[in-house]
């Protein structure tokens, strides 16, 4: 069975790519595909602690990525480069996974049988 890399560049609110990224990572996860979850661009903001959803009358998205690994969502990385370019230190989020340099993306993006992008 192919890999699949789901790339979530979208912020946390304001449009519901983020939360789409999510929910199909935990489906494709619950139907025994091999997932990889890569925060990139403005996807890391995403990762950003104390974060509530409730005052846009959203799901709130910290909840849904701490139902990752319920959903044997367990391969999740970040992207570097997209943490630099906005100014933002690892140790002030919450990471889901490792923080890849600019080569392990590439190779993540080599070994992935197939790339969604939300």
Known sequence: MKSLLIVSQSPPYGRSSAAEALDTAMAAAALEMPVTLLFDGDGVFQLLPNQDGTAL???????????????????????????????????????????????ALRALYRDAGLVLTY
Request: some cysteine.
């Open 57 to 103: 009358g959203v799901r709130n998205h910290s909840q849904l990525l701490e139902a990752l690994p319920a959903f044997e969502v367990e391969r999740c990385f970040v992207a570097g480069p997209a943490l630099a370019r906005r100014g933002l230190a690892e140790n002030a989020l919450r990471l889901p996974g490792p923080v890849l340099d600019a080569a």
